[in-house]
């Protein structure tokens, strides 16, 4: 069975940092690219960055480009985010899903991790 | 990026009734391998989106025949044929086409 947990998140201080991890089991995690995702009280769900199976251009939202970096570890078997220069309107739960490029996308999602940035 | 309108916003449906939900695109959906990237994700009081149905009209591992998905283009709709209890919640349409974005979210409520 497809299980992916995240965690990390927490309250933090505008201009803070975190650092997302979503743990994947239950498949071939090496095979399947993954994407975080994030839900938001001003807009709603929102695409966040997306990184192939193995190696290659990861991509971003231009809302998060400069700030987050996401990055995994095929032998862990994880995808991570970390989130720098936070600002209020990051706060949101942030999901990893699983993806595939030409195939299904995003076809599980975690439960997600709440991140609030607020002083 | 695509921007994707879902109407209405709200549906409150009887149960045992059908209940349908449209999307349009700002631009075609359709991608350069041939392939529609147009997927309907429910998300269930409490819980994380789920996935229902891919590529317009695909459903997904588990989901019970009474969702299906319909369209081309710009224009797709997710119906179901007689609402039950569990199909309260938020429904969402989403591309893949370019990047990824969603629609802003139909909340199906029980008259």
């Known amino acids: 069975e497809v299980h992916l947990v995240e965690s990390g998140g927490g309250l933090v201080e505008p201009g803070g940092s975190l650092r997302l991890s979503c743990a994947a089991s239950g498949f071939t995690f090496s095979s399947y690219e993954m994407t975080w995702i994030r839900q938001t009280p001003g807009k709603g769900l929102e695409w966040v960055s997306y990184?192939?199976?193995?190696?290659?251009?990861?991509y971003y939202a231009d809302s998060v480009r400069g700030r987050f970096t996401s990055s995994r570890d095929n032998a862990k078997n994880s995808v991570y985010l970390q989130m720098n220069s936070l600002r209020v309107e990051d706060t949101g739960i942030y999901y990893c899903?699983?993806?595939?490029?030409?195939?299904?996308?995003?076809?599980?999602w975690g439960q997600g991790t709440l991140v609030t940035v607020s002083s | 990026d695509i921007v994707m309108t879902q109407t209405p916003l709200s549906s409150p449906v009887t149960l045992g009734q059908p209940a349908s939900i449209s999307c349009r695109s700002s631009q075609s959906l359709v991608h350069s391998d041939g392939n529609t990237y147009l997927s309907w994700l429910q998300q269930r009081p409490g819980q994380p989106p789920r996935l229902l149905i891919h590529?317009?009209?695909n459903r997904f591992s588990g989901v019970p025949d009474r969702f299906s998905g319909s369209g081309a283009g710009t224009d797709f709709t997710l119906k179901i044929s007689r609402v039950e209890p569990e199909d309260v919640g938020i429904y969402y349409c989403?591309?893949?086409?370019?990047?990824?974005?969603f629609g802003q979210g139909t909340r199906l409520e029980i008259k």
């Open positions: 989403m591309q893949a086409t370019q990047s990824i974005t």
């Open positions: 590529k317009i009209s």
């Open positions: 990184i192939p199976s193995r190696g290659g251009t990861i």
């Open positions: 899903a699983r993806d595939m490029d030409g195939a299904i996308r995003t076809d599980y």
